[in-house]
């Protein structure tokens, strides 16, 4: 099992005290998580049907962060792809400081697509605690549309008469 510091991507983008945040590159990042996964250390991702069909496919979920430590101390490492989706930073400095993950539709949910709304406040707490890494995430996030304005405007420029 590698130390994500020992990849030559490694690149540490903020610090609070004893908690970093840490982005690899994706070509790095697939396979430290699955050095870091072990029968202690087990998600339903995980399962060998799971990885084979991720590995494979490149479909189906699979981790964009990991938090590695506890409330006393951690280091979160980010796929680096995914470094301005303030979503993912919030969910795992959740983990840092001893949240779990629930099928709730909220931060702590562990799929990105299902963590609609912030009931645990981990957004602001992100952002309190990192400040200089918020205002860049929301400095470089990149512009996103929502679905239903994009299938409106689809529907009207197709539908008009």
């Known amino acids: ?86 979503r993912l930073l919030a969910h795992e400095y959740g983990h840092a400081i001893g949240y779990g993950h629930t099928s709730y539709p909220t931060t702590m949910n562990p799929v990105s697509s299902m963590r609609l709304y912030d009931a645990e406040g981990l957004i602001p707490k992100f952002r309190e605690t990192f400040p200089e890494l918020a205002k860049q995430v929301r400095e470089n996030k990149p512009i996103q549309i929502p679905t239903a304005f994009l299938t409106g405007a689809f529907l009207f420029f197709f539908l008009r008469g």
């Not at 945040?21 to 870091?36: I, K, M």
């Open 1 to 86: 099992m590698m130390d994500a510091r020992e990849y030559p991507s490694y690149k540490v983008i903020g610090v609070n005290g004893n908690l970093a945040f840490a982005t690899l590159a994706h070509n790095e990042w697939v396979p430290f998580v699955n050095s870091q996964l072990s029968e202690e250390n087990k998600e339903w991702y995980s399962t060998p049907t799971m990885k084979a069909i991720h590995n494979i496919t490149g479909r189906g979920y699979f981790p964009r962060g990991i938090t590695l430590g506890d409330e006393n101390g951690a280091l979160i490492v980010i796929d680096e792809t995914y470094a301005n989706d303030e």
